[in-house]
């Protein structure tokens, strides 16, 4: 069974390596969508302009019920292939018995630490449809009154470029230290999965590698990071880090 945290786990640092480089590419960029020509723009502060080549709405995060509403449950009629991540959220909730994904609207005090701000409460649905649908880019637009709308990206920039030391040393450091996890061995597993990493298990240590660089992460008992080395392997100077 894949429960709804996992999902948080299986998402989180995929998630920020996309999201940092979506910010490498439009910086704090302002947004404008054009729901009836599933037209999704990007300007930078450069007023350069990066429309999405794919665009998907998957539904808003509002204050005043204090629930998220998928927007396949939203009576408001928008556009078939604007809704496919949404509808797939939903069929690989119903596979595994994910009540979050199929409920049409999810009150925020039925999700993890309860979330009253509706960014968090977006934020988390947002997470865990990157995980169920496999597209990482995500962007949560304010609508008006405190209301967010969660969207998953596509762009041919926002793609991930092959690994680099710094980035692959920033993901771990940065997601290790300041994301939640439910299951930190779980969720660098699966971000080393998703990235096409080498893994190697022995005992509490999982090794993560690709041709750029390295880390052996040593867990405790609750599967929590206790120690991590970071080795960039075109130089072979290792970095510690202990959370």
Not at 23 to 30: E, K, Q, R, S, T
Request: hydrophobic share 40%; net charge negative; aromatic share 10%.
């Amino acid at each position: 069974m894949i429960s709804f945290t996992d999902l948080q786990d299986d998402a989180a640092l995929m998630s920020l390596e996309y999201q940092l480089r979506l910010f490498d590419v439009v910086g704090l960029a302002a947004w404008k969508m054009n729901l009836d020509e599933a037209r999704f723009e990007l300007t930078s502060p450069d007023n350069v302009v990066t429309s999405c080549t794919d665009v998907q709405i998957l539904g808003t995060s509002a204050p005043g019920p204090q629930s998220w509403l998928w927007v396949w449950a939203d009576p408001s009629g928008y556009r078939e292939d604007i809704l496919r991540a949404a509808n797939e959220a939903r069929a690989f909730g119903e596979r595994h018995g994910i009540p979050e994904l199929t409920t049409p609207e999810v009150p925020f005090a039925s999700l993890p630490g309860s979330p009253t701000d509706p960014v968090a409460a977006a934020s988390l649905m947002m997470e865990a449809t990157k995980a169920a649908t496999g597209r990482y880019t995500g962007y949560a637009g304010e609508v008006g009154g405190g209301t967010r709308a969660g969207f998953l990206l596509d762009h041919p920039d926002f793609r991930l470029p092959e690994p680099e030391f710094p980035r692959f040393s920033r993901v771990l450091q940065q997601g290790t230290a300041e994301l939640r996890f439910y299951n930190q061995r779980r969720g660098i597993v699966s971000y080393a999965q998703r990235r096409g990493y080498d893994i190697a298990h022995n005992g509490p240590v999982t090794r993560i590698s690709c041709a750029a660089a390295s880390a052996n992460i040593r867990f405790d008992e609750q599967n929590r990071i206790v120690a991590m080395s970071i080795n960039n392997e075109s130089v072979r100077v290792p970095t510690q880090t202990n959370p």
